[in-house]
């Protein structure tokens, strides 16, 4: 229950909405422009998960002049995220930077016991009610009392693995409803900054056979609770953006 709760509730206790009007690109992480502060940002908020005994720590740092979230999990796992709601055909190019210290040796996406990583994106979508089975809506009702907000039906996550083959998508080992896409993989890299750019409305398409439902939240975690390693990585700034703004 505690990583099915990981997984679904990262994004569902957030109460901060981005809209995007007509700007061609949404800043949904402007960790850069925060000065004097080591605090989150306040419309990034943190989920701590009950039965884990102790979170990730999130700081702001400053790393080579630049303002960026700092990630360090020892036997932990919380994550950071914040609420949002965009349709992925309108914004469908997620931008984002990332940096890691060390991966997680034990990692393995097919392997519960390996589900941890030194770096992972996600996004969540929203759900329609009438695409879910009926012991399905009953779950999704039920886990919806208990935790008090309606939560995300599915979810992509961006993963820096350890050994996966690059552009490996495959479900989560807790649930077919989050989908794992390998983004980077391996320990070439370390200790460098990377920037990354996925096309979400073509990999929501490709994870799950249909056309996206609105985009509901984005977060980042840095977790080693499963396997009980250490991690420290960094998040730099995150951006949705139209196509025609890449032009």
Not at 129 to 136: K, R, Y
Not at 163 to 190: D, F, H, I
Request: glycine fraction near 8%; include cysteine.
């Amino acid at each position: 229950m505690r990583r099915f709760a990981c997984l679904f509730f990262l994004l569902s206790f957030l109460s901060f909405l981005v809209h995007a009007e007509d700007s061609t690109v949404v800043e949904v992480g402007a960790f850069s422009k925060i000065t004097g502060s080591d605090t989150l940002p306040s419309d990034w908020v943190e989920v701590r998960f009950r039965d884990i005994k102790g979170p990730t720590v999130y700081t702001l740092v400053d790393d080579g002049g630049i303002r960026v979230v700092k990630a360090v999990s020892q036997k932990a796992a919380s994550g950071i995220g914040r609420e949002i709601h965009i349709h992925a055909q309108e914004y469908p190019v997620l931008v984002w930077r990332w940096k890691a210290e060390n991966l997680i040796e034990k990692s393995n996406f097919k392997r519960k016991s390996g589900d941890d990583y030194a770096v992972r994106i996600y996004v969540a979508f929203d759900h329609d009610g009438s695409a879910l089975g009926f012991f399905e809506k009953i779950l999704f009702r039920f886990l919806s009392i208990v935790y008090g907000r309606p939560i995300p039906a599915r979810a992509l996550n961006y993963i820096w693995a350890q050994e996966a083959p690059l552009g490996t998508m495959a479900s989560n080992p807790y649930t077919k409803r989050v989908k794992m896409v390998v983004v980077q993989s391996g320990s070439e890299g370390l200790n460098q900054w990377h920037e990354l750019k996925r096309n979400i409305y073509e990999d929501y398409k490709k994870a799950f056979g249909k056309e996206p439902p609105p985009v509901k939240g984005i977060g980042m975690m840095t977790d080693t609770d499963s396997t009980g390693e250490s991690a420290v990585a960094y998040y730099g700034d995150i951006l949705l953006m139209r196509k025609d703004s890449l032009l």
